[in-house]
């Protein structure tokens, strides 16, 4: 049985938790209105590609924010500032900030992590992809471990 199927990761990743921060918070200023919203990866990918700043995976023209918050995370000792996300009338997703940090995760095995979104549109982004995780955890495999040396 495949290790995939046996629920078991291929020896050479790690898992490693990430931690986030609201970006008002981590800039010391006072919160404006913005609630904390932790999404489901998934849910959030399915109504995020019709934005046209989506990140697909492995797109080129994106590749420099991309890496450069891979290379910053390789090396980061703070927590991570959340992406933060509006909704429009028509309840498409638009990132206001953040677009490279959760296509990044999102390649890299996230299933869960917080965003900031403005307190009147919290409970929309919950209906649309919510969930119950409260932690972010990432493969860590060699190739990422090497992006510390770029």
């Known amino acids: 049985m495949p290790l995939a199927q046996a629920g078991r990761r291929p020896q050479n990743t790690d898992m490693r938790q990430i931690l986030w921060i609201p970006e008002w918070q981590a800039r010391g200023r ?26 697909a ?9 991309y890496e450069k918050f891979g290379r910053w995370l390789s090396q980061a ?22 677009r490279h940090r959760f ?5 890299h095995g996230a299933k869960a992590l917080p965003v900031t979104i403005c307190d009147r549109e919290a409970g929309v982004l919950s209906e649309l992809a919510g969930t119950e995780l409260r932690e972010c955890r990432i493969e860590q495999t060699q190739r990422v471990r090497r992006l510390r040396w770029i």
């Open 57 to 65: 995976k492995g797109a080129p023209d994106h590749r420099w924010g």
């Open 30 to 55: 006072l919160n404006s209105g913005d609630a904390t919203v932790w999404i489901d990866v998934v849910r959030l990918e399915v109504c995020w590609p019709r934005d046209y700043l989506y990140i």
């Open 103 to 107: 296509a990044w995760m999102r390649d």
């Open 77 to 98: 000792t703070v927590p991570v500032e959340m992406p933060h996300i509006s909704i429009d009338e028509t309840n498409q997703i638009h990132f206001t900030n953040g």
